[in-house]
């Protein structure tokens, strides 16, 4: 009886362990975003990317860079770069960003 008992007891501690573990926040990191799980279309990314640019074929141009080197654009035709911490990292040779 004592042994099912500490069984049980046992059980329970470890589903409650699991629960919490599972609760916990990811850990948040400066490393860079792992790539997507699938290959990414840059082509049709960038061109949203770009869709309000001034100089599209520039822009298109160097978010195709960016986007297969870091294999991820940014969602949205601007900003967004914490969604791919690598994309928003490039610079250029003269120091400036290089991903629009």
Known sequence: MATSKALIAIFL????????V??????AGGAVSPAPAGPIDCD???LVRCSKSKR???CQRACGSC???CHCVP?????NYEACPCYGSLTTRGG????P
Request: proline residues 19%; positive net charge; aromatic residues 6%.
């Open 13 to 20: 501690l470890s589903a409650l362990l699991v629960q919490f």
């Open 22 to 27: 599972h609760a916990l926040p990811p850990p």
């Open 44 to 46: 049709a990314s960038c």
């Open 56 to 58: 599209p074929n520039l």
């Open 67 to 69: 986007c297969k080197r």
């Open 75 to 79: 969602p949205g035709t601007y900003g």
């Open 96 to 99: 400036r960003p290089k991903c």
